[in-house]
């Protein structure tokens, strides 16, 4: 019966004739940084007011530990991609038409409710453009801004194809173990009140527990490819009969180097399947995967640009005689920072700077790839809750991370790519929420 997963979620009314392939945009913004390297000095910034950044004329180098090479920062120029304030890119982009309710679409009952419960009351964008496709059974590429709702866009529609047929598998794949645990969060909350299981598998927990639960064979497994191969090699994880598949963060996982992992847990899915395929960019490398492995896929983009445009985002200078610690704390001890996520590069100098935070007198925490999985839970829930008011991270930790409530997100040391900027800003002015990004240059 599950020879044919297109018919099996069924079309039952649903949104009738999509087409069979589209790919719908809703209109882009310009995006920031893309006008001829303005030098925004003085002009246009929330930042500039006696503080020490953004108005000292001082010519920039572009900030230490810039590198060079495809997609990567270098030099002054790309200094104006860490800011918007006074840019034609806040011009309001035009609205972004929602024609669906969660009301119309043909879903059980009690996931209906489910998704009432959590205060979803009108699709996001992605939603609104890529369930009905995925209702009916269509693989689907989705491109999508981080913090868009994709994470109900895959879930909505696999949980109903899982609630109507029980013998149906998913498989989520993801880059993270924190987005792997907030997707089974969010799995959680949209299933209470069914008898649908999921496990998450990933690296840095231990690997029993989640062999002991893979054997009673839940309709859902979330995991990161390397923990999911290793599954498969000792023969618990088996997915010949997994007619469901979704990738997450596809770019990510390409740009983490999980390629060959992935290559390996998809080679052994049934070809008959559904594919669902989110990325926030679209390289070729990402369009290859694509032909890989998706069948004649519906693609949805509901990209506005490279950024949120939600974010504020500006530059701090230091100013001669001061110390970048001290710019900082000068920052943070301003109320409106008031939940903040901070960038370095290393686990060593996040560590350390944590510290020399919690030195100061500040509330924060660390995470980084040198804590246990449980340290690591431990600081995000103490900064989720508002227990602490700053998370020091490096890129890896936080990827991915939906954080609610973060105002600022603060790039105190330089991020290494175009796509680490714009997955680290991200974080903040989530879900309809303004949030401000800055960037320190010295
Ligand atoms: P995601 O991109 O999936 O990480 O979602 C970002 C945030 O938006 C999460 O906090 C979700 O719970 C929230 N969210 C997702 N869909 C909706 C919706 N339709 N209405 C309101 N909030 C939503």
Same mark, same amino acid.
């Given at each position: ?37 303005? %030098? ?186 390397? !923990? ?195 997955? %680290?800003?991200?974080?903040?002015? !989530? ?12």
């Amino acid at each position: 019966m599950l020879d044919h997963p297109r018919q099996s979620s069924g079309p039952r009314g649903q949104s009738s004739g999509a087409p069979a392939r589209r790919f719908s945009r809703t209109p882009r913004h310009k995006v920031p940084g893309s006008s001829p390297a303005p %030098r925004h000095e003085g002009g246009g910034s929330h930042y500039s007011s006696g503080r020490s950044f953004q108005n000292s004329g001082r010519r920039s180098s572009g900030g230490g530990g810039s590198r060079s090479g495809g997609g990567r920062f270098n030099k002054r120029a790309d200094m104006s991609r860490f800011i918007n304030t006074g840019k034609e890119n806040s011009a309001p982009a035009a609205p972004v038409v929602i024609t669906n309710k969660f009301e119309d679409f043909l879903i059980e009952p009690q996931l209906k409710a489910a998704i009432l419960a959590k205060g979803f009351n009108t699709p996001t964008a992605i939603q609104d453009q890529s369930i009905p496709h995925s209702l009916l059974g269509h693989d689907v590429v989705g491109i999508a801004d981080t913090g868009s709702g994709k994470t109900g866009a895959f879930l909505i529609p696999l949980i109903n194809k899982a609630l109507l047929d029980h013998s149906q598998h998913v498989l989520i794949m993801v880059p993270t173990r924190e987005l792997a645990q907030q997707i089974q969060e969010e799995f959680r909350s949209l299933t209470k009140k069914t008898d649908l299981e999921s496990v998450v598998c990933v690296g840095g927990m231990p690997i029993y527990r989640q062999i002991t639960q893979l054997r009673h064979g839940p309709a859902f497994v979330i995991g990161t490819p390397g !923990r999911l191969k290793d599954l498969i090699e000792r023969g618990v994880l088996k997915l010949s009969k997994c007619q469901n598949v979704v990738l997450d963060e596809a770019d990510r996982m390409l740009d983490m180097g999980f390629i060959n992992d992935m290559r390996v847990v998809l080679a052994l899915l049934p070809p008959t399947r559904q594919t669902l395929f989110f990325s926030a960019t679209m390289s070729r490398e990402v369009e290859k995967l694509v032909g890989e492995f998706l069948n004649n896929p519906i693609r949805v983009s509901v990209k506005t640009g490279d950024t949120s445009k939600d974010i504020t985002q500006d530059v701090v200078r230091v100013p001669p005689g001061k110390t970048k610690l001290e710019v900082l704390h000068d920052l943070l001890v301003q109320p409106a920072f008031n939940k903040v996520l901070i960038f370095g590069r290393t686990k060593h100098g996040v560590e350390r700077l944590a510290d020399m935070l919690v030195d100061k007198g500040f509330k924060a925490e660390s995470i980084h790839g040198n804590k246990t999985q449980g340290k690591r839970q431990r600081a995000l829930d103490l900064f989720r809750k508002d227990h602490v008011q700053i998370l020091v991270a490096t890129d890896v930790a936080a990827r991915g991370l939906d954080i609610t409530g973060v105002s600022h997100v603060i790039n105190y040391e330089l991020p290494g790519s175009d796509e680490d900027y714009i997955h %680290r800003i991200g974080r903040t002015g !989530r879900a309809g929420k303004k949030g401000i990004a800055l960037t320190f240059v010295d």
